[in-house]
């Protein structure tokens, strides 16, 4: 046997090895997901019941509820202000943009760890320092001569601060997903287009944006994922009386793995093939039209 083929023979075994080490825990979570009985070792027949209860557990759907709700929310905000924020280091000079654009990097090489007891100490500092206003002072106003006595608010770690911190999160996944398409795209369109009488608003829906959209969709898939992935950071912002799907499957396993848990996994994880295959399959295509265009 060659030398070369020695090595070819060796790769592929270790790309096996790699990917049974990686996939072969996520095909016994679904496996036993279907199993009838509680065990996550001995088989006891098919059964659907385990998701049956996963529906009916009123703690799990309604952290699925905030996981989503949080995800949509995040993600729809990070990635229109990322969007915008890409364009706008792009349009700086290089001497501005390059130190920006390192400290955009520095949340997304940061420990979450870090990141979450960070965002936990500032959130109660500010908070601290807005509920002393609320407790200790109270604003009259004068409405057609009747006087209104208003008290401040008090605030403290919920859904909220939760939402804060998960679009902090996505905002660098955004904008590292926009840069290169700003790059990739010729300048002299926008500037085409401004000679032709567009409004820079007009430029932008027209010109800038079809041009960076893969970019866009990118980013905001990314930061849909990180935030329903996401459990540190969430642990530390969102207070007592909010809880994600992450943080309700962290507290089910202190009292002991139950199926349900292999059940949420596993549509979890089907969700997340799908679109990846959603994804690649848009990507194929767009890359097939781009090669027609420029055939034609």
Known sequence: MSTNRKNRVGSRLYMALVFFFL?????LLIVFSF???????????????WYAELFQDRLIIQSVYTTLLVSVLATAIATVVGTFTAIGFFSMRRRWRAPLLTVNNIPMMNADIVTGVAMCLFFVAVFGG???????YAFTVNLFGAIYRITLPKLYLGFGTLLIAHVTFNIPYVILSVSPKLRQMDSNLVDAARDLGCTWLQAFGKVILPEIMPGIISGALIAFTMSVDDFVISYFTAGSSTSTLAMTIYGMTKKGVTP?????????????LFLLIVVNVRES?????????QLS
Not at 23 to 27: D, H, N, V
Not at 35 to 49: C, D, M, P, Y
């Open 23 to 27: 996939y072969a825990p996520i095909l």
């Open 35 to 49: 199993n009838a009985g509680k065990s996550g070792v001995v088989w006891q027949g098919f059964s659907l019941q």
């Open 130 to 136: 807005w509920n002393y206003l609320a407790s200790n």
């Open 260 to 272: 349900e848990i292999n059940a949420i996994s596993t549509i979890l994880f089907v969700v997340v």
């Open 285 to 293: 295509r767009a890359e097939k039209a781009a090669a027609k265009r």
